[in-house]
Nanobody, 123 residues
Framework: QVQLVESGGGLVQAGGSLRLSCALSGRTFSSYSMGWFRQAPGEAREFVAAVSRSGVDTDYADNVKGRFTISRDNTNNTVLLQMNSLKPEDTASYYC????????????????WGQGTQVTVSS
């Protein structure tokens, strides 16, 4: 059974940075494409970023491109989301996701979800 545990959320001022981390256990990490989604109160979950099994291919939502960077460490079974130039509209719960196979950017493609970590950006 795949387990995902996120860490690194918190409160930051607009323009600041945070780094989220997610550790996968229970299966071979390098077999899973990884990603991040987020959900703000009253809003639907939305795609943020994804990285392929090898780490070579990445995908980003348009509203985070140039500010967020996703990466993975297949030695330590960890995926990272570096978030720079944060804006109040980035405030949300951020969820780490995993899928066996190819990279994807739609909610329904991901079977495994973490519990979420809160990111709050103050203006």
């Amino acid at each position: 059974q795949v387990q995902l545990v996120e860490s690194g959320g918190g409160l930051v001022q607009a323009g600041g940075s945070l780094r989220l981390s997610c550790a996968l256990s229970g299966r071979t990490f390098s077999s899973y494409s990884m990603g991040w989604f987020r959900q703000a109160p009253g809003e639907a979950r939305e795609f943020v970023a994804a990285v392929s099994r090898s780490g070579v291919d990445t995908d980003y939502a348009d509203n985070v491109k140039g500010r967020f960077t996703i990466s993975r460490d297949n030695t330590n079974n960890t995926v990272l989301l570096q978030m720079n130039s944060l804006k109040p509209e980035d405030t949300a719960s951020y969820y780490c996701v995993a899928r066996f196979g190819w990279i994807a950017n739609i909610t329904g493609a991901y079977v495994y979800w973490g519990q979420g970590t809160q990111v709050t950006v103050s203006s």
